[in-house]
């Protein structure tokens, strides 16, 4: 059973940090490609970031230098580090992992809301 498990999040001001953690069962985590989505009120899910098993990395032009995915395989765990976060980055945040061309699984959702 696959399981893909979120955390981290939560409210934080404008300016600040937050880390998000997913972990992974139930996959072989080394060879898959991790993406983190999010999806705010009323709008489509969107790729914030993903990292192949290889360790190359892609952004979404809104978070490029303010977002750091990164992976450890000995804990089949991906992290979203977020710095200077913006209200415009309010949203649920999933995680979802992917062995071919598409995410195959995901997980439950945390959500970020950033506000004064």
């Given at each position: 059973q696959v399981?893909?498990?979120?955390?981290?999040?939560?409210l934080v001001q404008p300016g600040g940090s937050l880390r998000l953690s997913c972990a992974a069962s139930g996959i072989i985590f080394s060879i898959n490609?991790?993406?983190?989505?999010?999806?705010?009120?009323?709008k489509e899910r969107e790729l914030v970031a993903a990292i192949t098993s290889g360790g190359?990395?892609?952004?979404?032009?809104?978070?490029?230098?303010?977002?750091?995915?990164s992976?450890?395989?000995a804990k089949n765990t991906v992290y979203l580090?977020?710095?200077?976060?913006?209200?415009?980055?309010?949203?649920?945040?999933?995680?979802a992992s992917?062995?071919?061309?598409?995410?195959?699984?995901?997980?439950?959702?945390t959500q970020v809301t950033v506000s004064s």
């Open positions: 399981q893909l498990v979120e955390s981290g999040g939560g490609t991790m993406g983190w989505y999010r999806q705010a009120p009323g190359s990395t892609k952004y979404a032009d809104s978070v490029k230098g303010r977002f750091t995915i992976r450890d395989n580090q977020m710095n200077s976060l913006k209200p415009e980055d309010t949203a649920v945040y999933y995680c992917a062995y071919g061309a598409t995410y195959d699984y995901w997980g439950q959702g």
